[in-house]
């Protein structure tokens, strides 16, 4: 079975910064997808980031230059640096992953950790 959890998430002022954690068992990064999604009470769930099984790495516009995903293989873990955090960071984190061999991240991700709060508040 593959499970993943989050964890690195809390309340942090603006302008800080927090390192999420996505632990992977039962999945292989080396032939899979590792995606980073946020959702806000209210909103839509949005897609933050993502690193496919080449490497390759993605950001939605709002987060660029601010966040960084990046992996460890040995670990079976990806992690996102959130750095300059604003207030409408403020969302509840998801990581996602999927079997996908592409050099793009999919559109499509089959298994889901349960969350971690990421809170930006003064």
């Known amino acids: 079975q593959v499970q993943l959890v989050e964890s690195g998430g809390g309340l942090v002022q603006p302008g800080g910064s927090l390192r999420l954690s996505c632990a992977a068992s039962?999945?292989?990064?080396?032939?899979?997808?590792i995606g980073w999604f946020r959702q806000a009470p209210g909103k839509e769930r949005e897609g933050v980031s993502c690193?496919?099984?080449?490497?390759?790495?993605d950001y939605v516009d709002s987060v660029k230059g601010r966040f960084t995903i990046s992996r460890d293989n040995a670990k079976n873990t990806v992690y996102l640096q959130m750095s300059s955090l604003k207030p409408e960071d403020t969302a509840v984190y998801y990581c996602a992953a999927t079997y996908y061999t592409g050099s793009y991240c999919p559109s499509r991700y089959d298994y889901w950790g349960q969350g971690t709060q990421v809170t930006v508040s003064s």
């Open positions: 690193i496919s099984s080449r490497g390759t790495t």
């Open positions: 039962g999945f292989t990064l080396d032939y899979g997808a």
